[in-house]
Nanobody, 123 residues
Framework: QVQLVESGGGLVQAGGSLRLSCAASGRTFSSYHMGWFRQAPGKEREFVTISRKGGSTYYADSVKGRFTISRDNAENTVYLQMNSLKPEDTAVYYC?????????????????WGQGIQVTVSS
């Protein structure tokens, strides 16, 4: 069982930056693929990015070049640095984890989820 707790959300003006953190419980963090998803009101949960356990990363086109995922296996934490934020980035952001990865961008591929954290970008 893995518990995930997100932090670092809030309100920011367009063009600004935020860094989200996701702290994971357990001693096998390095064996998990870690993803970030987001869900805006009235929309489906959508893939943002993944840090695979082997170190590779993958981003949704909508955030490529603006967002950066990183992980600190010693601290059991994954980060999402969000720069050049746009109003359309406004959503609840979720951290997710899985050991056996199917489709990186499918929510169904992930076994564990955080409670979500609000990010609001004002225009």
């Amino acid at each position: 069982q893995v518990q995930l707790v997100e932090s670092g959300g809030g309100l920011v003006q367009a063009g600004g930056s935020l860094r989200l953190s996701c702290a994971a419980s357990g001693r096998t963090f390095s064996s998990y693929h870690m993803g970030w998803f987001r869900q805006a009101p009235g929309k489906e949960r959508e893939f943002v990015t993944i840090s695979r356990k082997g170190g590779s990363t993958y981003y949704a086109d909508s955030v490529k070049g603006r967002f950066t995922i990183s992980r600190d296996n010693a601290e059991n934490t994954v980060y999402l640095q969000m720069n050049s934020l746009k109003p359309e980035d406004t959503a609840v952001y979720y951290c997710a984890a899985t050991r056996l990865l199917g489709s990186s961008s499918s929510p169904g591929s992930y076994d564990y989820w955080g409670q979500g954290i609000q990010v609001t970008v004002s225009s």
